[in-house]
């Protein structure tokens, strides 16, 4: 699964920190997440989702391999 949430992040100005503890996460979950080695749950995904004001389908994307 590919995501967006490092360019999101700097749309946004955010940092892993920031977005870590606007969610209840730890700042390792999101580096996790950001390197594809973590699937978020739907709930995490949905956080983020509103945090960056997108749709979960505009932060991640199934690859041809999921």
């Known amino acids: 699964m ?14 892993q920190d920031e977005l870590a503890k606007q969610i209840g996460v730890s700042r390792q979950t999101i580096n996790s997440i950001e390197k ?3 699937v978020p749950s739907t709930i995490l995904a949905l956080k983020m989702a509103k945090i960056f004001e997108k749709t979960v389908n505009e932060i991640f994307k199934l690859e041809d391999t999921d």
């Open 36 to 38: 594809g080695r973590y």
């Open 2 to 15: 590919q995501n967006t949430i490092k360019v999101e992040r700097a749309i946004k100005n955010i940092t």
